[in-house]
C-alpha cells in the first residue's frame, strides 16, 4: 500500500507499507508512476522500510520504476531497514541496479549525488 | 509433531496473502526462526500467486494449497488444474517469464528454490501444475 509521497525538492520519495504481492503491486505501480510523471522530478526513491512483506511482485515493481527513472535520466534508490527484504532484493537482482540506504533521507542524498 | 492442513479456494488474488497466512500460522507451534517462517510465506506466496495468474489467468478453478508437517519437516504442495507449463526446465530458468509486458521478473521459481530446500514441479499443458517444496524448519 502507498503511505504518502514527500516531496524532496529534485526526488520524490514514495513512502510504502505493509504487504507488496501482486494484488497490491499494479495498484501501486501506477500511483507511483503517475506521481512521478506529474511532479516532474528526475529522481525517485521508494522508501520500504514500513513494508513487512514482499515477494517477486516487489522485485518487479522496483526493477520496472528503475528502468523509467533512468531512462529518463533520473536516479532510483530504496530506503530499506534490517534484513527483512535483503535476501530478497538481492536474489531479485535489485542491489547491482539501486542503491540501498536506511532511510529515505539518506537516499535521496545519493540520488543528488 | 505430525499435522497437515488441506485447503481449497478460488483462483482470487485476495487469497495469496490468505494462503502465506495459513501457511505461517501452520508451521508457529515449531516456533520457527523469524527467517525461516518469511522464506516459507513467500515461497507459499509465489506458488499460489503463479497458479492464479499463469493456471487459471481469468478462468475459474480451484487452487489446493497442501500443508503438511513431519517431524520438523514441511512439505508444501500447490495445485492447479489450468493451463499447465509446456517447458518446466525453460519456465524454471531465473528470470523466464511468459508475462514481461506485466513487468514481471520471472523469479518466482527461482524464490521458492532457493528459499526452501527442494522444489519439483510437475506439469502437462492443458491438464494443471504441482508444485511440491520442502524445507526442514
Ligand atoms: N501454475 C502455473 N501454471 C502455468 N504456468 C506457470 C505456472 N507457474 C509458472 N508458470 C510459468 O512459468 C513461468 C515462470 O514462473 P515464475 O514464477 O518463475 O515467473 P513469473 O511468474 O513469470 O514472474 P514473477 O514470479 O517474477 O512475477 C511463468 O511465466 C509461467 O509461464
Ligand atoms: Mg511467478
Redesign the interface.
Known amino acids: 500500500m502507498l503511505k504518502e509521497f514527500i516531496d524532496c525538492g529534485r526526488a520524490l520519495v514514495a513512502v510504502l507499507e505493509g504487504?507488496i504481492?501482486?494484488?497490491s503491486a499494479s495498484a501501486l505501480?501506477e500511483r507511483i508512476d503517475i506521481e512521478y510523471e506529474l511532479s516532474r522530478k528526475p529522481h525517485l526513491v521508494l522508501d520500504l522500510t514500513d513494508v513487512t512483506?514482499?515477494?517477486?511482485?516487489g522485485?518487479?515493481?522496483i526493477?520496472?520504476r528503475w528502468k523509467n527513472v533512468t531512462s529518463a535520466g533520473g536516479k532510483l534508490a530504496l530506503a530499506v531497514a534490517g534484513h527483512?527484504l535483503i535476501?530478497?532484493l538481492e536474489?531479485?537482482?535489485v542491489t547491482r541496479l539501486v542503491k540501498l540506504c536506511p532511510d529515505y533521507r539518506r537516499a535521496v542524498e545519493e540520488c543528488l549525488r | 509433531m505430525n499435522n497437515y492442513l488441506k485447503t481449497q479456494f478460488p483462483p482470487l488474488d485476495i487469497n495469496e496473502s490468505l494462503a502465506r497466512g495459513m501457511a505461517a500460522f501452520f508451521i508457529l507451534p515449531l516456533d520457527p526462526s523469524v527467517e525461516d517462517a518469511e522464506d516459507v510465506k513467500t515461497a507459499v506466496s509465489e506458488a499460489v500467486t503463479n497458479a492464479i495468474i499463469h493456471g487459471y489467468r481469468d478462468r475459474s478453478g480451484a487452487v489446493e494449497l497442501e500443508l503438511n508437517l513431519e517431524g520438523r519437516e514441511l512439505t508444501v504442495t500447490v495445485r492447479d488444474s489450468g493451463a499447465g507449463i509446456e517447458d518446466i526446465e525453460r519456465a524454471r530458468t531465473p528470470m523466464f517469464t511468459t508475462r514481461p509486458e506485466e513487468e514481471r521478473s520471472g523469479m518466482g521459481f527461482t524464490i521458492m528454490e532457493s528459499f526452501m530446500d527442494s522444489l519439483e514441479v510437475e506439469s502437462a499443458p492443458g491438464c494443471g501444475t504441482a508444485v511440491t517444496m520442502k524445507k526442514r524448519l
Do not use: N, P, T, V
Not at chain 1, 53 to 57: K, L, Q, R, T
Open positions: 504487504e504481492d501482486q494484488r505501480r512483506f514482499m515477494d517477486s511482485a522485485i518487479g515493481l526493477i520496472g527483512k535476501k530478497i536474489l531479485g537482482g
